[in-house]
């Protein structure tokens, strides 16, 4: 059986890393006095040390766009104004720059 991975607490982080700071622990010890895993000791460590923060950083996370903000509003308007086009005529009518032509062929209205 696999365990879900939960989101931990702001208040758990940071008594985790006020413990590291002050010295009261290896990675590997704070992790066992708090239940969670060596990784998600060094994630906040990075985490703090990258951003400055320790909340939760789920927004940033998953696939990132493909196409730029201003051609996806285009590509909605033709796909709304004439849903059969083929992915040709979509390029033609778009007019990507050659360095976004490629993405598009990956785009699906499903995603």
């Not at 940033?60 to 992915?87: C, H, M, N, V």
């Amino acid at each position: 059986m696999v365990a879900s991975m939960k989101t931990i607490s702001l208040d758990l982080r940071e008594r985790i890393l006020a413990a590291y700071d002050a010295q009261e622990g290896t990675r590997e010890e704070v992790a066992k006095r708090f239940r969670v895993s060596v990784g998600m000791v060094k994630k906040l460590l990075q985490q703090r040390s990258r951003t400055g923060d320790i909340a939760h950083r789920h927004r940033f996370s998953g696939r990132k766009a493909k196409i730029l903000p201003e051609y996806r509003e285009r590509l909605g308007a033709l796909i709304a104004a004439q849903p059969d086009l083929t992915l040709s005529e979509i390029k033609a009518q778009l007019a990507c720059p050659a360095a976004y032509r490629r993405s598009i062929t990956h785009w699906s209205p499903w995603d």
